[in-house]
């Protein structure tokens, strides 16, 4: 499995980005997928993640309610639409996956990731 992470950017407080995920490999349709993201001399937390099937997602509390994550299983993508962007959001945000049906959130699980894309909040 390949992921290829875009979308990233400068924006400011408020603002909204979107990132998207590509993923290519024949087991993406039924593996849970993942957005992470790590800043500088920090270690890399989990977002949002969302299962096989798009019915269950998971966000971690500062997020709720300001980020969504959704897949599209026929074009092998996953997004992580970002609103009310807050300066301590800014980090290099990750997709990743598990490479099965497996939800977890434990960064350790997931066995592919993305080359990560930066976003940056200004104040």
């Known amino acids: 499995v390949q992921l290829q992470a875009s979308g990233g950017g400068l924006v400011q407080a408020g603002g909204s980005l979107r990132l998207s995920c590509t993923a290519s490999g024949r087991t993406f349709s039924r593996s849970t997928m993942g957005w992470f993201r790590q800043a500088p001399g920090k270690d890399r937390d989990f977002v949002a993640i969302?299962?096989?099937?798009?019915?269950?997602?998971f966000y971690t509390d500062s997020v709720k309610g300001r980020f969504t994550i959704s897949r599209d299983n026929a074009k092998n993508m996953v997004y992580l639409q970002m609103n009310s962007l807050k300066p301590e959001d800014t980090a290099v945000y990750y997709c990743?996956?598990?490479?099965?049906?497996?939800?977890?959130?434990?960064?350790?699980?997931?066995?592919?990731w993305g080359q990560g894309t930066q976003v940056t909040v200004s104040s």
């Open positions: 969302i299962s096989w099937s798009g019915g269950t997602t």
């Open positions: 990743a996956t598990t490479g099965t049906s497996m939800v977890t959130t434990t960064p350790s699980r997931y066995s592919f």
